[in-house]
């Protein structure tokens, strides 16, 4: 079953501990990218990595942290720092050039919970 | 800085009735501008985009650069249309995306 995935669906942390969003992909896309999904603001953008071993702050980065260690797997780490990470994270794929690439393709989502 | 406003939270229309779904942008460079959905309990996912200028679920969206916006459009809006619909405009060399904050979409019967 190819597609992008996400682990796990719901979760729920207490203030002041790290927690990891897992997303996987299998479409062997070269980009990968978190988003956090609020109500009434739409999707914004944390992180992206175009290629493995490499990847870029989007626009609210700061209490967020990645990984891009293989292709196929692209890891969220919410830190303590973040200040109000209760929220529901989307990660996404897509190709760099060729056919399709303009299209970005969604996982599931994470609903975290931070109390 | 590239922005992307959708100025209407929630929209709700009869069924067979038009709808315009509103969407304007502001970007220094050539805009690449998306639709993307979000039915209930599906994923998001790509609509249209501005380029291949196709109809996709009878939906239509034109790009207008001189009032810079987007607006997508259904001559005859249906039930299964109801959904979360969000414009986005693609930038960087990563093809990142702006979005905009969405509009909630209810065809009443």
């Known amino acids: ?115 | 800085a590239q922005r992307v406003t959708q100025p209407e939270k929630l929209l709700s229309v009869f069924k067979g009735a038009p709808v315009e779904l509103k969407c304007n942008y502001s970007y220094s460079g050539s805009p690449e501008l998306f639709w993307y959905v979000q039915y209930s309990r599906q994923r998001l996912q790509l609509l249209l985009r501005h380029i291949s200028r196709e109809s996709i679920k009878g939906f239509t969206a034109d790009l207008n650069k001189g009032e810079t916006s987007f607006h997508l459009k259904k001559p005859f809006a249906q039930e299964e249309d109801s959904a979360m619909y969000y414009c986005a405009l693609r930038r960087g060399s990563a093809r990142q995306l702006t979005f905009g904050s969405g509009t909630q979409l209810t065809v009443l019967p």
Not at chain 1, 31 to 52: E, F, N, T
Not at chain 1, 86 to 107: K, M
Request: with cysteine; proline share 4%.
């Open chain 1, 1 to 115: 079953d190819g597609g992008i995935t996400q682990s796990p669906k719901y979760l729920f942390r207490k203030e002041g501990q790290n927690v990891t969003l897992s997303c996987e992909q299998n479409l062997n896309h070269d980009a990968m990218y978190w988003y956090r999904q609020d109500p009434g603001q739409g999707l914004r953008l944390i992180y992206y990595s175009q290629i493995v071993n490499d990847f870029q702050k989007g626009d609210i980065a700061e209490g967020y942290s990645v990984s891009r260690e293989k292709k196929e797997s692209f890891p969220l780490t919410v830190t303590s720092a973040q200040k109000n990470p209760t929220a529901f994270y989307l990660c996404a794929s897509s190709r760099l050039s060729g056919r399709s690439s303009y299209e970005q393709y969604f996982g599931p989502g994470t609903r975290l919970t931070v109390t």
